[in-house]
């Protein structure tokens, strides 16, 4: 009998978590819903179930380490296990134009919720699953980062964020140096710019592209690759 491969996505009430869960369930994981409302989670699972979807949902605020502990915790209740990790929560606190978001004018309390959201909350997260895949002997860990993030095309405006998501490109390599080749992936993705919340209405895509690539990392087969960066399914550069 193949094991139900069980997946926790951060942030997922909403924008690209909430389609991510969609398409893993869709695909026969069972997913699970972490979202920091419970009460938003519910709405966003119950969205589901005209599909005949059903997530599991469970509350989990990035920002709070207790809060990581007993999400973790429940969905070892009740599954038993954790084969995947979506890191997807994560905020965009500043204007839409330079002015509005400038390095000169950041202030040192929007940086460190950004890094907190964007960064530690993916590192707590990581350090209590890893153990979790290791008896199992199976993870997949996918790091919802961005271009904004890419010191290959770095520019200005969006500080914090920009600063956080180059964070957590470097925790993916840290953590999958560490990891070394073997059965736990970790790898960071840019979903491009999607019509979410977040991305605003100018945004380019649709979100079910946008969690395509992230799908596709939590699924990646024995031979699939770690410690890299995607967008489209296709390597880019840090
Ligand atoms: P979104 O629509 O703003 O959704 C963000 C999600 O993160 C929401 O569910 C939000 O929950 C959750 N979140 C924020 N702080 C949290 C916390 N402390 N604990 C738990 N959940 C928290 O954003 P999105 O566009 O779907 O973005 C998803 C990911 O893709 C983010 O990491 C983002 O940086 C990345 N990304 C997005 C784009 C884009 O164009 N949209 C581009 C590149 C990368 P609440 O409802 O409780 O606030």
Redesign the pocket.
Known sequence: MTQTRIALV??????????IVRQLAREGLMAVL????LA?GKE?AASLASEGLEPAVVA?????AE?IKSCIAQVMELFGRIDVLV??????EEGFSPEDSSVFDVSTDRVMRTF???TV?PLLLIQQVVPIMRKQGYGRIV??????GQLADMQGGFPA?RMS?TA?NALTRITAAELGPGEIKINAM???????????PG?T?P?DK?AETAVWLATLPEDGPSGGFFRDMKPIAW
């Open positions: 951060s942030g997922a009430n909403r924008g690209i978590g909430l389609e972490g979202s920091r409302s938003k966003a989990l605020d990035v920002l709070d809060s890191n997807n929560a994560g905020i965009l907190e959201t964007n909350g790091n919802l980062s961005s271009g904004a964020y998501k957590l840019c979903p491009g710019w999607v019509k979410t919340a977040m991305g605003g945004a895509r979100v946008g």
